[in-house]
């Protein structure tokens, strides 16, 4: 009887905690989405099948991984109304490679605009936005084919070249 007692005590007892804890975890993404950092700086060259673009270690939550994004078409920079008044949009493939969870392909439309220069340094800033749509993906992310990809953010070199900033891929619905 004491031991059936104390059964039920710890019964009501987890019966109580485990929501109060559900409630507690902080949202994460679904399988359906997914916000990805790219570790700059990133490294400017070409790579198989790709004669110019960039490579860059990525993020997703506490999973690491590699990225390439291949410059599909040489735009130069025109007028535009945005920053210091030039802008272009670059046609891009991007691959995201989350091994052993899986790898996304997207094509995007890169915006990008001149928000600050020094020409007597060649020191500048530029802010990126991206717009496409997944077209194939592996393993744990084989649901986001199709979705929308978005994202950006701001990056800068130095006079020296280096880089900073802060730039992200946002891949599917992450609302």
Not at 139 to 164: C, I, M, W
Request: aromatic share 8%; hydrophobic share 40%.
């Amino acid at each position: 009887m004491k031991k059936m007692f104390v059964l039920a005590i710890v019964a009501g007892a987890v019966a109580l905690v485990v929501p109060i804890a559900a409630q507690a975890r902080p949202a994460r993404s679904t399988d359906d989405s997914l916000r990805v950092q790219l570790q700059l700086p990133v490294e400017f060259g070409s790579f198989d099948g790709c004669p110019e673009g960039v490579m860059y270690g990525i993020t997703a939550g506490k999973f690491v991984g590699t990225g390439t994004t291949c410059v599909l078409a040489d735009v130069p920079f025109s007028p535009c109304n945005e920053g210091l008044g030039f802008c272009h949009d670059l046609p891009t493939h991007s691959v995201l490679n989350l091994n052993p969870r899986g790898t996304i392909e997207f094509d995007a439309n890169q915006h990008e605009v001149i928000t600050a220069y020094d020409p007597a340094t060649g020191a500048a800033t530029f802010q990126i936005t991206w717009t496409g749509t997944v077209s194939s993906a592996t393993r744990k992310y084989h649901k986001l084919v199709g979705e929308p990809v978005s994202g950006g953010g701001s990056t800068s070199f130095d006079a020296a070249g280096n880089q900073t900033g802060h730039l992200v891929f946002v891949i599917g619905d992450t609302e």
